[in-house]
């Protein structure tokens, strides 16, 4: 009976032991020693691992078959003969259609009673993704390192108390003091900052929040210093911008200068013409030829339009662009001195969008609007005739429109404005075009003059 008890509970032992072998995702193995071996026994999980359908398939294979390089099978059988067992060895190992499999395999030589190895019994993890996120890992590391050995700037590795554990290649060739590996960054190296730099690294290491400098004063020097915190301490970044900074100052004082001469230059020309104005208004004064005094008001009106325009870029910050708007407006005031007697009779109606330009448009654009006011304001309001004159400027795109038009007796319908004799519409034909410009008259009601010019 005991025999009996003792035969079914071995029976029962060998059953639960064959069940588990056959249901566990490990590929369990046994096969026959020597560089090449061939598999005894292989449960399902080993199977699939590799790709075959069948463990009859499988069975049919020399051990050295699953080896990407079969030189690696004689290491493995060699360790074997001589340890009698291996413990989590990583393998690169084939499938059947020949993709690789990182394999972990345990194994342990089985010996007769003479001490003779009879097979390995042996078990293997698939371990590939496991390889391939170490890999991953391996190149993403090597990645940073290289990003930080070979960086421009000046790079400190400290750790969460501020020890320096490693610095960069520049930082070892910059010249200057190169710090030792344990000292405590901002105080047993660089430690002359007017700031306290230790308590603001231990400020960005506890609160992961990296922190800029753009402008830090060590000694003589000036540096642009960026901490950035990791898990277990931070980086530290720093370049030495003394001579850029000694540039910038160096060129601001140059643009500082410059602006100074051009507004000066701009004054001057300004009150030359302004001279020329006077001079002209002076010389008027002893003409009694109509003719000849109406010339001299209307080259004294021309010179004050170029000496508006750098009046303006004499008060404007940028002395090549003028605020058009600003100088239409004035424009009008200042003609109108000129017509007092149109004063109460002719309103004024303004479209304007405030409207920047560049300095080569103003001038001619400036004399255009005077020569288009002042002939509006001589020749389309007689004998008292009350009425208005419009002006509208705008852009749209990179085009720029000027109209001037009045609701005056309108423009004589035999003239053309471009082969007219008067020296005013010859003078406005020939800033048009200087401007790259072009102009149009539209007789329908009244008389208006329609120019458009690009930048």
Not at 214 to 243: H, M, R, V, W
Not at 258 to 273: A, G
Request: glycine letters at 6%; aromatic letters at 8%; hydrophobic letters at 35%.
């Amino acid at each position: 009976m005991k025999d009996e008890s003792k035969t079914k509970k071995q029976d029962f032992s060998e059953e639960k032991y064959k069940h588990l072998i056959e249901n566990i995702n490990a590929g369990i193995y046994r096969n026959t020693p020597g560089p090449k071996g061939k598999f005894t026994e292989a449960n399902p999980a080993i199977v699939k691992m590799f790709g075959y359908k069948s463990k009859k398939d499988f069975l049919k294979i020399n051990v050295s078959d699953l080896y990407q390089n079969p030189e690696d099978r004689k290491i493995f059988n060699q360790k074997m003969q001589r340890d009698k067992c291996v413990k989590n060895e990583g393998l690169k190992l084939k499938k059947k259609n020949g993709s690789t499999l990182w394999g972990s395999v345990s194994a342990v030589a089985v010996t007769d009673k003479k001490g003779k190895i009879r097979h390995y019994d042996g078990a293997i993890l698939d371990i590939t993704e496991q390889k391939k996120m170490e890999q991953e890992l391996k190149e993403k590391e090597a990645f940073n390192f290289a990003l930080f050995q070979y960086s421009p700037q000046n790079s400190v590795v400290v750790d969460h108390e501020g020890k320096i554990i490693k610095t960069n290649i520049k930082k070892r060739k910059s010249g200057s003091r190169i710090p030792n590996l344990g000292d405590v960054m901002y105080r047993d190296y660089a430690s002359k900052h007017k700031i306290d730099m230790y308590g603001e690294l231990i400020k960005c290491i506890k609160s992961g929040k990296t922190k800029k400098f753009p402008e830090c004063k060590y000694g003589k020097k000036i540096l642009a210093i960026i901490i950035a915190p990791f898990n277990d301490g931070a980086i530290i970044a720093s370049q030495d911008i003394t001579e850029h900074k000694k540039a910038d100052e160096k060129i601001e004082k140059s643009l500082k200068e410059k602006t100074v001469l051009l507004q000066e230059i701009h004054h001057r020309v300004k009150n030359n013409l302004q001279i020329v104005a006077s001079l002209l208004n002076l010389q008027s004064r002893r003409i009694k030829d109509k003719e000849s005094l109406e010339m001299l008001q209307a080259t004294r009106k021309r010179v004050f339009s170029m000496a508006l325009v750098h009046e303006r870029l004499y008060r404007s910050e940028d002395f090549a662009r003028v605020d058009f708007c600003k100088y239409i407006e004035e424009m009008t005031v200042h003609l109108l001195s000129f017509h007092r007697d149109k004063m109460e009779k002719v309103r004024y109606e303004k479209d304007i969008k405030k409207t920047i330009i560049d300095i080569n448009k103003a001038v001619p654009l400036g004399l255009i609007l005077n020569e288009l006011i002042t002939n509006a304001l001589k020749h389309a309001f007689p004998k008292d005739r009350e009425g208005k004159i419009k002006i509208k400027f705008n852009k749209k795109g990179s085009r720029y429109n000027l109209i001037i038009s009045d609701d005056g007796i309108g423009f004589p319908k035999d003239l053309d404005f471009r082969k007219a004799e008067s020296m005013g519409l010859t003078l406005i034909t020939s800033l048009v075009n200087q401007i790259d410009g072009e102009i149009k008259l539209d007789r329908s009601k009244g008389t208006s003059f329609k120019i458009r010019f690009k930048e």
